[in-house]
Nanobody, 119 residues
Framework: QVQLVESGGGLVQPGGSLRLSCAAS????????TAWYRQAPEKQRELVAV???????HYVASVKGRFTISRDNAKNTVYLEMNSLKPEDTAVYFC?????????????WGQGTQVTVSS
């Protein structure tokens, strides 16, 4: 099992920055891919950024150039650095980790952290 604990959300003005953290514990050695999703009120959950086991990153078009996903293996933590924030970035942000074991993939989720961008 993998447990994910998110932190770093809060209220920020447009143009500001936040860094979200996702600390993993448990069978972290089995994690192959980590991602950040977000969900705004009345909207579906959206994939924001992905980092693969090899360190390759992918982003949804709306955050390219503004957000950066990274990881610190020594700290078992994945980060989402968010810059130039816009009101439309307001959402609950969720950390996701995909594991593989015995040929089976499983997804694990954090509890979510609220990001509000408003003046």
């Amino acid at each position: 099992q993998v447990q994910l604990v998110e932190s770093g959300g809060g209220l920020v003005q447009p143009g500001g920055s936040l860094r979200l953290s996702c600390a993993a514990s448990g069978r972290i050695f089995s994690i192959v891919t980590t991602a950040w999703y977000r969900q705004a009120p009345e909207k579906q959950r959206e994939l924001v950024a992905v980092i693969t086991g090899g360190g390759t990153t992918h982003y949804v078009a709306s955050v390219k150039g503004r957000f950066t996903i990274s990881r610190d293996n020594a700290k078992n933590t994945v980060y989402l650095e968010m810059n130039s924030l816009k009101p439309e970035d307001t959402a609950v942000y969720f950390c996701n980790a995909r594991t593989t074991s015995g040929g089976t993939d499983n997804d694990y989720w954090g509890q979510g952290t609220q990001v509000t961008v408003s003046s």
